[in-house]
Nanobody, 116 residues
């Protein structure tokens, strides 16, 4: 059974930082591309950042220079370091894993709220 469990969300003031974690089980973690998405109230889910099995990364323009995605294959965990947070970063953040072998899987999400 595949499980992706996010943690690290919470309430933070604008300009602050949070670090999200996503622990994976039930997948061959090292071959999966990992990603963070977010969904704000009334909006569609959007891609925030991705990290390939090769550790190459991509970011949405809105978070470039502020967010950093990383992965630790030994711990089967992907991270999202979020700095200089803005109120518009408020959303539920979801972890996703994807591979041609095992398809796409989602975590349950963690709430991030940035107060102005």
């Amino acid at each position: 059974q595949v499980q992706l469990v996010e943690s690290g969300g919470g309430l933070v003031q604008a300009g602050g930082s949070l670090r999200l974690s996503c622990a994976a089980s039930g997948i061959i973690f090292s071959i999966n591309a990992m990603a963070w998405y977010r969904q704000a109230p009334g909006k569609q889910r959007e891609l925030v950042a991705t990290i390939a099995s090769t550790h190459s990364t991509n970011y949405a323009d809105s978070v470039k220079g502020r967010f950093t995605i990383s992965r630790d294959n030994a711990k089967r965990t992907v991270y999202l370091q979020m700095n200089s947070l803005k109120p518009e970063d408020t959303a539920v953040y979801f972890c996703a894993a994807e591979s041609s072998l095992q398809g796409r899987h989602w975590g349950q999400g963690t709430q991030v709220t940035v107060s102005s």
